[in-house]
């Protein structure tokens, strides 16, 4: 171990649970108080060297340093941005209230988000589900319906036999190695597009309802994702002891949606981010990996430290960003160049009330097209204001990402009150999130296999480098591409890490 500086006893201390640690916990949780504004971090120079350096600070670098931290070991978290959380953002609304612009939901079977949240005091809500939901289809008109799949006469039977074959082939999934599966290469070889196409009768319609799901899921449409990622991704909505399925990966009730965070998910990093106090430097973004004989050394644009260990938790296609010496192995190499970021972005109106509930609406909807194709309720827990949220993803991010702000608000505008009626043409409040656009991020919500790419790259995905474990949402067997992936991430890299120093 390295000497210890004083700042990092007080944040042992800190983490221990004594001084300003005991007095966060006791907050109340979701208010917003002056703990819970972004931390400042470490100020002044970097240390010279520390046991580990953690690079990046979203939910997977904060969890891999706190866990290294609780071990008593001398780690360092360094973050490009001026905050931390990554893809996990608050935003606070004019009308009050605290939405997510990127990732908020969360629930069952997503135990190691949910352990972590309750440990920083920061609350859940039930998403509001409440009445039927709304299904626009191009062929069949408005209707409404409860349920997973809306009863639409053209689409039903295909979904029906197509998501119980996806569930039956995703459970002979192995998630931690998706490549070893007998038909690993034939399922990667094929689109979910191409799955769907030779397995529906009215492929074209019910490949259309599939992108209401992989849009705001992927941020992809089927042609884009491998049948084998796919699949995969199933298999781990779930955990060690419930099989991932479909309805557990897309549903509100009982699944993937069925919670938000009181005050907005970003809490849980900023909390934690706390917690380490200076364990964490900001606006240190990584250039440069150099790893030479018993260490490795991290150049940032604060200075350079020298570790025993790194653990990278950034998204992958940043990984190739960072000047590597020597240089990554080929495989790795291959293996980013091949996983880049959906593309999506998140567009909210906001109302003096959620009027939807009056009609007895919970306000979630599907359309078949148009720009607003996965529409929630987003309001606040108190209900108060109302906020209808449209993911827009794949392809309708290609229609609408590149167009002017007053025209995609205003297609977004016209889907909601396609689904809701007139009076959702005027909101108090618009704002809208394009990850795409975030330098430190590039997409989201995941990084992707295309078809062709997770059997001849993917076994590389957890396989150190050197000095170097990688963590990070992608890295996860279960949800990955979700926080509880991130979490899971972080506090297995922080075992491998810690049991090499
Ligand atoms: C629009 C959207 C909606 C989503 N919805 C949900 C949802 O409802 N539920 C859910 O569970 N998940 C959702 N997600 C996904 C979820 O947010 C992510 O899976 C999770 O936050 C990833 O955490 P991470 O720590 O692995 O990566 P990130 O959050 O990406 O953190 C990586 C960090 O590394 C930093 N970084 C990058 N390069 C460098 C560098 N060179 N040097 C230093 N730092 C660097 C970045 O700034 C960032 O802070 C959503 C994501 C998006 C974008």
Aim: include cysteine; charge should be neutral; glycine fraction near 12%.
């Amino acid at each position: 171990m390295t000497p210890q500086s004083p700042d990092l006893d007080l944040s042992r201390r800190l983490l221990l649970g004594g001084g300003a640690g005991a007095a966060l916990g006791a907050l109340a949780p979701g208010l917003l108080h002056a703990a819970d504004a972004q931390p400042a971090g470490r100020q002044g120079p970097l240390p010279r060297r520390a046991d580990v350096v953690v690079v990046g600070a979203g939910i997977s670098g904060l969890v891999a340093a706190e866990r290294l931290a609780r071990r008593g070991v001398d780690v360092l978290c360094v973050e490009a941005r001026d905050r931390v959380g990554g893809r996990v953002l608050n935003h606070h609304l004019e009308a009050g209230g605290t939405i997510e612009a990127g990732g908020a939901f969360i629930g069952p079977t997503q135990g190691r988000i949910a352990a972590l949240a309750q440990r920083m005091g920061v609350r859940t809500f039930l998403q509001h589900n409440e009445g039927n939901s709304v299904y626009i289809s191009s062929t069949t008109g408005r209707q409404e319906y409860t349920g997973t799949v809306p009863p639409d006469p053209t689409i039903l039977p295909d979904a029906g036999v197509l998501l119980t074959r996806i569930d039956s082939m995703a459970a002979e999934i192995d998630v931690s190695a998706p490549w070893s599966h007998p038909s690993a290469r034939e399922w990667d070889a094929m689109s979910l597009g191409e799955f769907i196409r030779r397995n529906a009768v009215n492929a074209s319609g019910v490949g259309n309802l599939i992108k209401s799901w992989t849009q705001p899921g992927f941020g992809a449409d089927p042609d884009e994702l491998s049948l084998l990622f796919v699949l995969w991704y199933v298999a781990a909505s779930g955990d060690e002891t419930h099989v991932g399925t479909f309805s557990r990966n897309s549903d509100t009730a009982g699944g993937a949606q069925e919670r938000r965070f009181v005050g907005g998910s970003q809490l849980v990093p900023i909390r934690l981010a706390r917690r380490l106090g200076d364990v964490v430097a900001l606006r240190a973004p990584v250039r440069r990996i150099e790893q030479r004989g018993p260490h490795a050394l991290v150049q940032t644009r604060r200075g350079t430290v020298r570790a025993r260990r790194v653990v990278v938790a950034v998204p992958p296609p940043l990984v190739l960003d960072i000047d590597w010496d020597p240089q990554l192995p080929t495989d790795r190499r291959q293996l980013l160049r091949h996983m880049d970021m959906g593309q999506l972005m998140k567009c909210d109106a906001v109302y003096e009330t959620p009027f939807w509930r009056e009609d007895g609406l919970n306000g979630f909807g599907i359309n078949d097209s148009g720009a607003a194709r996965a529409v929630f309720d987003n309001s606040p827990p108190s209900g108060t204001p109302g906020v209808l949220l449209a993911f827009v993803g794949g392809s309708t991010w290609r229609e609408q990402g590149p167009r002017r702000r007053r025209e995609r608000r205003e297609a977004v505008l016209r889907g909601f009150a396609d689904m809701f009626g007139e009076r959702a043409l005027r909101p108090i409040e618009y704002t809208e999130s394009d990850w795409t656009k975030e330098r430190w991020t590039r997409g989201g919500p995941t990084a992707l296999h295309a078809p062709g790419t997770m059997v001849d790259f993917g076994p590389s995905i957890r396989r150190p480098f050197g000095r170097v474990h990688w963590a990070g949402t992608e890295t996860s067997t279960y949800w990955s591409g979700y926080m509880d992936g991130a979490v899971r991430a972080g506090e297995r890299a922080a075992v491998e890490v810690g049991d090499r120093l």
